[in-house]
């Protein structure tokens, strides 16, 4: 549970949605300037978003309590973590990647219990 | 291409195009809102955040890192850095949105999805048509994928006050992250992008400020430029 106030949570929404809206803003107004991104700018926009998904991935799957517990048998989450991955891999379906991970994950927690 | 097209019926013709992918939309939306009272959220924050940020992904990332207490500026950023691919989209929708009037350039900015440009991108390059009719067109995706979104979260949040912990509903945020992930990865530099981001992610989780996440995707998208130009050149 988040320990930041009310307040606080409604600003930083705000926040992100008008920060948001100007990147989407971008371009559109800029109109005639830029026809199209330059080639290095698109390169890098490109790769963000494996790189940010994998990087938001792999500590919420790796860690528990900000430890490394790969290897640990309590730990079922990297094992359903890899069949969603399998999963997605083979279906591109959101309901399958979804329901795979989380019916592991529970087997695994009622088997562990 | 359609030389009939009408600005009614352009709309009518987004919205059929979009309607098959409501399905894979839903579960995704549902989860935003679960997450985000799961995450100590109030269910008008959760639904709140659909309306005025309208991104998925980023909706997500600020949901976890809300949940672990993470610096305002880390979370704002990361959000940022998730929705930065819209600056590409904005870039690339340009030019067909000139000749529109300034309130719906913003209408097109507000409503910009993946999946809003992805349909748009497509209709617009197969053929000439009036601005109007595009606009129209987009609006009948852009709206249709609103309406969803806003209805899938309010049922999410609404349901997640009454998950119980032991769901451990929170899995299903990076969960749906491999979901959005694993499909897009186009090639082998995409792939070095994300293994190299997610090693360093976890390599670095004792930097403050959730420092880790920002050098995790800057290595990561270093990486994978890096494959990139080495196999292009």
């Known amino acids: 549970m988040t320990s930041y106030s009310p307040a606080t949570i409604w600003i930083l929404?705000?926040?992100?949605?008008?920060?948001?809206?100007?990147?989407?803003?971008?371009?559109?107004?800029?109109?005639?300037?830029?026809?199209?991104?330059?080639p290095a700018v698109e390169r890098i926009l490109r790769f963000i978003r494996p790189a940010v998904l994998a990087a938001l991935i792999a500590p919420a799957v790796v860690l528990l309590n900000g430890e490394a517990s790969l290897l640990d048998p309590f730990n079922p989450r990297p094992l359903a973590a890899l069949v969603a991955t399998l999963v997605a891999w083979k279906t591109h379906n959101v309901l399958l990647t979804i329901g795979s991970g989380m019916g592991v994950l529970w087997i695994l927690q009622v088997v562990g219990a | 291409m359609n030389s009939l097209a009408t600005p009614g019926r352009a709309f009518r013709s987004g919205l059929r195009d979009f309607a098959p992918i409501i399905a894979g939309v839903i579960p995704f939306g549902a989860i935003a809102g679960i997450a985000a009272v799961d995450a100590?959220?109030?269910?008008?924050?959760?639904?709140?955040?659909?309306?005025?940020?309208?991104?998925?992904?980023?909706?997500?990332?600020?949901?976890?890192?809300?949940?672990?207490?993470a610096a305002l500026i880390t979370i704002v950023f990361t959000a940022l850095v998730i929705n930065a691919r819209f600056v590409m989209y904005s870039a690339s929708l340009a030019s067909y949105a000139r000749p529109l009037r300034p309130a719906q350039k913003a209408t097109m900015a507000y409503l910009l999805t993946d999946q809003a440009y992805a349909f748009?991108?497509?209709?617009?390059?197969?053929?000439?048509?009036?601005a109007g009719v595009r606009f129209a067109y987009y609006l009948g995706v852009g709206s249709t994928l609103w309406v969803v979104w806003q209805v899938s979260t309010t049922a999410g949040a609404l349901l997640g006050a009454f998950v119980p912990e032991s769901l451990s509903l929170d899995f299903a945020i990076p969960l749906v992250f491999i979901a959005l992930l694993v499909p897009g990865l186009q090639d082998r530099s995409d792939g070095?992008?994300?293994?190299?981001?997610?090693?360093?992610?976890?390599?670095?989780?004792?930097?403050?400020?959730?420092?880790?996440?920002?050098?995790?995707a800057v290595i990561g998208v270093a990486a994978g430029v890096g494959l990139a130009r080495r196999t292009a050149a």
């Open chain 2, 120 to 130: 748009s991108i497509n209709r617009f390059t197969a053929g000439p048509e009036p």
């Open chain 2, 192 to 216: 070095v992008a994300a293994v190299t981001a997610g090693f360093v992610s976890v390599v670095a989780v004792g930097l403050p400020y959730n420092l880790s996440l920002i050098s995790a």
């Open chain 2, 40 to 69: 100590g959220l109030t269910i008008a924050q959760a639904i709140g955040m659909s309306v005025i940020v309208l991104a998925g992904a980023s909706q997500l990332a600020t949901i976890e890192l809300l949940g672990q207490d």
């Open chain 1, 13 to 38: 929404i705000l926040v992100i949605g008008v920060g948001t809206f100007a990147l989407r803003m971008s371009m559109i107004a800029l109109l005639g300037r830029v026809e199209q991104t330059p």
